[in-house]
């Protein structure tokens, strides 16, 4: 597990006594029990960012955290008339909500294990999937969407 340094606990110390916002710090350095070397969080809110754990000096890979923005996304197009749960989408007889729920019958990194429906299998490209879905449906930039 990787120390805070002096000048992050610093620079968070500062971004907290600057937020109007209250914050409970605890809740961001639980990520130091993850057990990755290294990892980030933070709160951002519409006038910019809240409060963090971790660097800020590199960028670090979303992960799965891409899923969460991929899910958000489509809901927002849904309710926006773009897309409907019920579209198909994916394998044959799949559909926008089976693949948000991870039932869309997909592999963890592909090929068709199971009927649609039938069984929940984590699968990063069922969210693949739906970031086509996205695109044909001209969603191209999920931060202005």
Partial sequence: MRSVTASERDARAKNAAGSARPFDGAVLEAVEGW???TAAVAVIAQDGLVAWH???DRALAWASVTKLVTACTVLAGVRRGVLALDDEA??????????????????????VLAAPGRTRIYSNTGFDELGRVLVDNGVENVFVF
């Fill in 54 to 56: 971790g660097p800020l």
């Fill in 90 to 111: 994916g394998p044959p007889g799949s559909t926008v909500r089976h693949l948000l729920a991870h039932a869309g019958g997909y592999g963890f990194d592909g090929g």
């Fill in 35 to 37: 057990g990755a070397q």
